[in-house]
């Protein structure tokens, strides 16, 4: 089974539904980011969670909210989807005891809103 | 602040020929470094991490990088191109607070 885990893998949705992604770790981190993938952009970071009470916006948190149910699960949820947030979504996760900020990633989330 | 430039969004080598992919970082604080590769349809997976230890870091699949902070450089190379090691590439820097900025990538295309 993978260390991280996305559900659902896929999601085809209307403008103005609401959608949750949710991710699950098994890795023990502490550390949890939720970042969006778009084709020529790269990975830009949406929020991140250093722990279940520590919640911070990443550079393009507009539209998305998230969650830190427990140390490992952590989900993102697009209160009423627009066309522009068609994109590949990725979980990932850190060890705050390395601290070097190496990334472990899921395996991703495409979502197509219509 | 910290950011990534990778110069060429798409690379084409032919099999057996030198891969090299360019990474430019910009940090405030001693960066940490990265290169991940995506394979189609995967997660991104670490290929290898520069930690301020030795400036040669070697990572999986007979990649190697060097850090040159004169240059603000972190490129990435390999002497002989596979064909498997056609996929997309994405150096990253990790500034103050562990957060991690990722470069726009570089598909790389493996002619036979």
């Known amino acids: 089974d993978a260390d991280v885990t996305q559900t659902p893998r896929n999601r085809i949705t209307k403008t103005g539904k609401r959608i949750m992604l949710e991710c699950s770790q098994t890795?023990?981190?502490?550390?949890m980011y939720w970042y969006r993938q778009d084709p020529g952009l790269g990975l830009r970071l949406i929020y991140y969670s250093f722990d279940v009470k520590d919640i911070n916006k990443g550079e393009i948190s507009d539209g998305y909210s998230v969650s830190r149910q427990a140390q490992a699960k952590f989900s993102l949820s697009l209160e009423s989807a627009i066309p522009n947030q068609t994109a590949l979504y990725f979980c990932a996760t850190s060890d705050r005891d390395t601290n070097t900020g190496e990334l472990f990633f899921g395996e991703g989330s495409r979502l197509t809103v219509l | 602040a910290q950011s990534v430039t990778q110069l060429g969004s798409h690379v084409s080598v032919s099999e057996g020929a030198l891969v090299l992919l360019r990474c430019n970082y910009s940090?405030?604080?001693?960066?940490?470094l990265f290169w991940y590769v995506q394979y189609p349809n995967q997660g991104l997976q670490l290929l290898l991490k520069y930690t301020s230890a030795a400036t040669l870091v070697k990572g999986i699949n007979g990649f190697e990088a060097e850090f040159k902070k004169s240059e603000t450089s972190f490129h990435l190379t390999k002497p002989s191109a596979h064909m498997s090691d056609a996929a997309e590439y994405f150096c990253a820097v990790r500034g103050g607070y562990q957060k991690v900025t990722f470069g726009t990538g570089t598909k790389l295309q493996v002619i036979p």
């Open positions: 890795k023990g981190h502490d550390r």
């Open positions: 940090s405030s604080v001693p960066p940490y």
